[in-house]
């Protein structure tokens, strides 16, 4: 109508051409970045709530787990099999004590197997016995992996037993390794889920997003900018968790740099994934209240049956198809493989194959239920 | 106004919800340069028509132009070249008011320096401080802050004054008109008739999303004089609100 009057108040760097949407976008990365950071609950769910775990767990398992493994009475105890038991430094054997001693510890769980050796008549191998006890099924795990990396061979080819050595006293497996992985996902998935929920249902209660939505900034900038501000807290806080872990207790990075930024690609790629929980619980929360509860249902189960703490092998037969079809299992999974077996990323392709699975779906009812105003 | 350009046009506008007409068919157009109020009670519509004209909320029916844009085809236009206030708004948490100004630059694209704008509405002393920290003046004044991020040719104000102290009132009132006299065009909807007599040029009043009466305020207080409409008491020279600014003083208190 009367633009060229208007001149007093033209505004070349406000002409549609010149606007940036980009920088809007950082603009809101930046602000919600500043935000998380100040925010309490923020930094105790992804920093304090996982390093006190892996403090706790770090100073219990003395930086080692120790599996204590009776030597049944009579068994030959000058041979390869039990010298390399004791060269891997996390099993303690436990001698001198009676059979029926030995039956009574057993059965609280206080030696968490027995083993009982003794050489094959007329050959070179040995013949290896073991129990485990259902008081202590998950070391009793890990000692079944250490034993079947010696047998394997010695079984069938008696004079291997010095090339079976060298295979399991090369890293030493610590509660650590295990430990810090799971609490690295827990991390991200209270990021991810509670952040971003908590975020965007307050932006939406006090009109903030309203407000944005009467400057020329377009949703996906807002989405976006929230994203890289989350990934980046988060990937902060997984690299501290990392290196803490590392120089304090002795977690493992068989690569070193190379295996931490293998481990920082998985950390975005969940905390995306989890962020896609947040936006859902954002829609289907009526107010704040409800966010925690709502969060929880998705968290808890993951936290307790994704192998956080304990392996999912120990879990009950009917349990472990849950445990498997969750996300963090294989975030977890990928994690540990990466961190302790030295695995790439394409090595770990099938659980970034399931996680990608779970974010498209996670999406596709992140869209559907997601609410601005 | 010897100069009446519209800079905002309203046609016919209609905005139905489900089984509710919270506006039909509202026009009218706002001057250049002018202070228009939008009046009324509760719920009348002033708020729907507001937002609907921010492009924040779509219409279900009728023309909307401001400043040659339409509402319909060129939304992201218009609101380079609007500000926005909105009624109970809140900012992002966490922030101080600096960060909160530079956020707003970002999503407007606007170069500009967050003391100066804070320095536009005496809010230089609270630049490290929390939107959630400052009164109910300083939160409204800060509002007004960001929406002049953009040097905006209009801006909007959704009952900016509701809940202040006199003096708050008072010195908001003073802003606005400063706002007004630097060039920008201002929408103003409030629920107080003193406010609206001094401050606006012209109000419309809004009643069951229809427009009653629409001039200026010393016009439409004259057409009710001349119908005979009397006071039931003789106005005195001053009132009980001159008063309490005259005991209590003018500056303000934040």
Not at chain 1, 187 to 216: D, E, H, M, N, W
Not at chain 2, 133 to 155: D, E, H, M, V, Y
Not at chain 2, 188 to 214: K, N, P, S, W
Request: charged content about 20%; some cysteine; glycine content about 8%.
């Amino acid at each position: 109508m009367q633009k060229d009057i208007q001149d007093q108040h033209s505004n070349p760097s406000l002409a549609t051409g010149g606007y940036s949407h980009t920088k809007a976008t950082l603009a809101l990365a930046k602000a919600s970045f500043r935000s998380i950071m100040r925010s309490p609950s923020a930094v105790v769910f992804t920093l304090a709530f996982p390093l006190i775990f892996i403090l706790v767990f770090g100073f219990l398992g003395g930086g080692g787990t120790r599996i204590d493994v009776g030597v049944t009475p009579g068994s030959d105890v000058n041979n390869p099999v039990i010298g390399t038991l004791e060269k891997t430094g996390m099993i303690r054997l436990v001698k001198d004590k009676s059979k029926a001693e030995f039956d009574k510890l057993l059965e609280k769980g206080n030696v968490d197997a027995m083993i009982d050796v003794h050489r094959k008549v007329n050959t070179s191998a040995y013949s290896v016995n073991v129990v485990y006890t259902s008081a202590s099924r998950d070391k009793g795990g890990i000692l079944k992996s250490v034993l079947n990396n010696i047998f394997y061979d010695k079984t069938l080819k008696p004079t291997v037993a010095e090339i079976k050595e060298s295979t399991i006293t090369g890293r030493e497996y610590k509660t650590i390794d295990f430990i810090l992985p799971g609490q690295l996902g827990f991390s991200l998935l209270s990021t991810g889920v509670f952040g971003t929920a908590f975020v965007f249902l307050s932006l939406r209660q006090t009109l903030v997003i309203k407000r944005f939505f009467a400057t020329p900034v377009r949703r996906s900038s807002i989405v976006i900018g929230e994203g890289i501000a989350r990934i980046g807290f988060a990937l902060i806080g997984a690299l501290f968790i990392i290196l803490i872990g590392h120089f304090f207790f002795g977690f493992t990075l068989v690569h070193g740099t190379l295996t931490v930024v293998n481990m920082l690609i998985l950390a975005t790629l969940g905390v995306i994934v989890f962020m896609g929980f947040g936006f859902i619980i954002s829609g289907l929360a009526k107010n704040e209240s409800m966010v925690p509860p709502i969060s929880n249902i998705v968290t808890l189960p993951q936290f307790l049956l994704s192998g956080t703490f304990f392996s999912i092998e120990a879990f009950p037969s009917w349990l472990q198809p849950i445990s498997r079809a969750l996300p963090l299992t294989y975030l977890n999974d990928a994690m540990r493989k990466v961190a302790f077996e030295g695995s790439g990323l394409w090595d770990v392709k099938f659980q970034i194959m399931i996680l990608l699975l779970w974010g498209i779906g996670i999406y596709a009812v992140a869209v559907k239920v997601f609410k601005w105003e | 106004m010897e100069t009446k350009k519209a800079i905002i046009s309203v046609k016919d506008l209609v905005k139905k919800y489900d089984d509710f007409v919270a506006v039909q068919g509202l026009s009218f157009e706002v001057f250049e340069h002018e202070i228009f109020g939008l009046l009324g009670p509760n719920g009348a519509g002033k708020t729907t028509t507001l937002e609907i004209i921010e492009t924040l909320r779509a219409k279900t029916s009728g023309e909307i132009i401001v400043d040659g844009l339409s509402v319909d085809k060129q939304a992201q236009d218009i609101k380079q070249i609007i500000g926005v206030q909105l009624q109970a708004a809140g900012y992002y948490p966490n922030l101080n008011l600096v960060e909160l100004i530079e956020l707003f630059a970002g999503l407007y694209g606007a170069n500009i320096k967050p003391m100066e704008m804070l320095e536009k509405v005496n809010l230089q002393d609270k630049a490290k401080a929390k939107y959630k920290a400052l009164s109910g003046g300083q939160k409204q004044r800060f509002s007004i802050a960001t929406t002049l991020i953009n040097q905006p040719k209009i801006i909007f104000l959704d009952e900016p004054t509701t809940g202040l102290d006199p003096q708050a009132r008072r010195n908001l009132w003073d802003l606005i008109v400063e706002i007004r006299n630097a060039g920008t065009t201002v929408v103003i909807t409030t629920h107080y008739m003193d406010e609206a007599e001094q401050l606006c040029d012209r109000v419309a009043f809004v009643e069951r999303g229809q427009i009653i009466a629409l001039d200026t305020p010393d016009n439409l207080i004259d057409k009710l004089v001349s119908s005979g409409f009397e006071r039931k008491k003789e106005v005195k020279k001053a009132n009980l609100e001159d008063v309490f600014i005259n005991l209590t003083g003018q500056e303000w208190r934040e």
